[in-house]
């Protein structure tokens, strides 16, 4: 176990669809507390597909006296929608956001009235004024859908000049991604912290769907080793905690200020982690 410091950390969740999830979630949530993460995060589906369930989520989280962070996506959305969504928020004492673009539903062509996250955070920013702390999404690796780095990082600079207060990347396992990332949009003049995402190896079919999709690098060496375990559930435990620990030892060694965790919905991967890294204490 690592010594004890005060990394900040912060996990995320997807919103349960069942009662029984949602009562696990809760336990979860009592789990990681441990960490003394700075928030819990609650994702949001497609066009705002899960918009109840996050709330619920949310407000679950709240009501165990931990600051939690909804994800908002405005693809499809109104001014007058998003508006009222954030009223929600506001009245259940919720002041932190994670703001992102957000993808429409399958078969839906409506944009609504908002592009690109920027708009959404300088809608925010213009109508409810300062007292949101607001996350944003950035992509070491680049955005899926972006040919161009150049552009994605301009999209990023875009989102924190608009009023962002600090960024959570997508996940990854090159830190030197990472790192080259967080000095391409320093050169921009963006100065917000830029928090690494860690994606344990909760299910290594999983992440490695997750990874192909939105254009992420599992390394060879790490790829071929979890296939040679195959079904060795142990083995794969083991080594995926190795790998994901080293990884983060060095974003912290290298002044990443903080870590993010993509816990899906689960805690015993992301608590070994974390305690191995000496948070919470």
Known sequence: MGKSNDLPVSIEFF??????????????????????????SVTY??????????????????AAGF??????????STREGIAEILATY??????RLVALRGDLPSGTAVA????????????????????????????????????????????FADKVRAG?????????????????????????????????????????AKVAQFAARDGIEIPRWVALKMEG???DAASIRAFGLDVVTRLCERLIAGGAPGIHFYALNQSGLTLEIGKRLGCGG
């Not at 708009?119 to 040919?147: C, K, N, T």
Request: proline share 7%; hydrophobic share 40%.
């Open 15 to 40: 919103p349960p669809n069942t009662p029984v999830g949602s009562e696990k979630l809760k336990t979860v949530v009592q789990e990681l507390s441990v960490l003394k993460p700075e928030f819990f």
């Open 45 to 62: 589906g497609a066009g705002g597909s899960t918009r109840e369930k996050t709330l619920s989520a949310v407000r679950d989280i709240a």
């Open 67 to 76: 600051e939690a962070a909804p994800h908002l996506s405005c693809v499809g």
């Open 90 to 95: 506001r009245a259940q004492g919720i002041r």
């Open 112 to 155: 609504g009235e908002f592009r690109y996250a920027a708009e959404l955070i300088r809608f925010i920013r213009e109508s409810q004024g300062s007292d949101w702390l607001i996350e944003v999404a950035a992509y070491p690796e680049y955005h899926p859908e972006q040919r161009y780095a150049r552009r994605d990082l301009q999209h």
């Open 164 to 204: 962002a207060n600090s960024a959570i990347t997508q996940f990854f396992f090159n830190p030197d991604a990472y790192f080259h990332f967080v000095d391409e949009v320093r050169a921009l003049g963006v100065t917000v912290p830029i928090v690494p995402g860690i994606m344990p190896f909760h299910n290594y």
């Open 229 to 231: 375990f195959m079904d």
